[in-house]
């Protein structure tokens, strides 16, 4: 249990503005418990903080990467993965990296919170798992249990969805896509194929034109709240 009072400081930090505004509204309801205060887009916390949670939302570096990168360049107290990428294989991956958490994006903001507070308060690794179930068929459904955000999104394109299309955007290949997000080739296949109809695709290239038009590559920039 907590014994200092203060707000837990955090920065969330991804590539794309809609991906840390829509963490930043999650959390603005507990902001006695959680205070973030920078929204870090692809650039270096400029503040000590006590927590970097790190959307991998179109991260091209993988879980490993991730972490790496993370402990390089934005040097925070404890570093945590927000992520649909939680399975065994990711969890290992994860550990391995030495960070101090993984949880899971279908986790409700409260969830959310006691999940950094774990990890605040020094338990060791945390993981959090939401309840088993297929989260992009929630999305799908418009059952949506928080404010995420994402680019793509108001096309009708589902997280897991749009990821894919970003990565493509990125130049990697569907093997590549597969390892990355500890997916299945015919998994990728078929939320690629889901994505095309959607946007009313049929090749790559119309894909990654469509994805550049749509915001899908990584932004620049930092907004301080």
Known sequence: MRTDTRPITVAVVNDYELVVAGVNEILKPYADRIKVIELDVNTAVSQPVDI????????????AGVAESVARRWLPGR???YTWELNPAAEAVARAAKVDGAVSKGLGGAELVEALEAVHSGEGFVFRDNEPGDADDEQANGNLRHSH??????????MR????ISLICQGLSNA???????LSPNSVKSYIRSAYRKMGVSTRAQAVAWGIQAGLLPEVGRTAV
């Open 79 to 81: 570093i945590v993965l």
């Open 161 to 164: 969805e749009a990821e894919m």
């Open 52 to 63: 970097v949670l790190f959307d991998t939302f179109g991260c091209y570096d993988g879980m």
């Open 176 to 182: 590549q896509i597969a390892q990355h997000a500890y």
């Open 149 to 158: 955000d994402w680019p793509g999104r108001a096309a009708g394109l589902s």
